[in-house]
T-cell receptor, first 109, second 114 residues
């Protein structure tokens, strides 16, 4: 089974709605990264979380790492069409990252 | 500033043909380099990573291979492509070692094997 599971796999929301994407690990997370990928393009770094309970925000995107450091959530407030894409969480493993299964987000007007 | 290049951007190859994808990084020294594959609609799968020239670690057994002939050059190859090799290939780099290695990704190569 996948070490990092994301849910949901896909999400279709109306513009202006809030949404949450979850990333769950079977192991303790010592560094958790969120990336966004526009269709057919490379990945863009969003933010990184390290400490249990940590929360970071950038524009309308907020990411949290739970106290037990095994789950992270990405929350988008008032979604816009520019938020559409694939969101991937990544976890630090020595010298490399492993990635979650990805969540495909579509935002319609 | 650092930049990462991948080419070609797209590639259509027949089954059984060879493959060579190239990735180069500018503006940094001794980066860690990575090759990922993303099958349609799925997450990223780490294929290979390298912490130095000539040092390659393989994550998934397959008919692909990687080489790092120069510090900032990473090549993904195959002698005979399979249909299952189709996908979107991403190269990435990072600096440092151990934990907390934020990775920076290239634009990707879309490979279609027919």
């Amino acid at each position: 089974s996948q070490e990092l599971e994301q849910s949901p796999q896909s999400l279709i929301v109306q513009e202006g709605k809030n949404l949450t994407i979850n990333c769950t690990s079977s192991k303790t997370l010592y560094g958790l990264y969120w990336y966004k990928q526009k269709y057919g393009e490379g990945l863009i770094f969003l933010m990184m979380l390290q400490k249990g309970g940590e929360e970071k925000s950038h524009e309308k995107i907020t990411a949290k790492l739970d106290e037990k450091k095994q789950q992270s959530s990405l929350h988008i407030t008032a979604s816009q069409p520019s938020h559409a894409g694939i969101y991937l969480c990544g976890a630090d493993r020595t010298d490399k990252l492993i990635f979650g299964t990805g969540t495909r987000l579509q935002v319609f007007p | 500033s650092q930049t990462i290049h991948q080419w070609p951007a797209t590639l259509v190859q027949p089954v059984g043909s060879p493959l060579s994808l190239e990735c180069t990084v500018e503006g940094t020294s001794n980066p860690n380099l990575y090759w990922y594959r993303q099958a349609a609609g799925r997450g990223l799968q780490l294929l290979f990573y390298s912490v130095g020239i000539g040092q390659i670690s393989s994550e998934v057994p397959q008919n692909l291979s990687a080489s790092r002939p120069q510090d900032r050059q990473f090549i993904l190859s195959s002698k005979k492509l399979l249909l299952s090799d189709s996908g979107f290939y991403l190269c990435a780099w990072s600096v440092g070692s151990g934990s907390y290695n934020e990775q920076f990704f290239g634009p990707g190569t879309r490979l279609t094997v027919l």
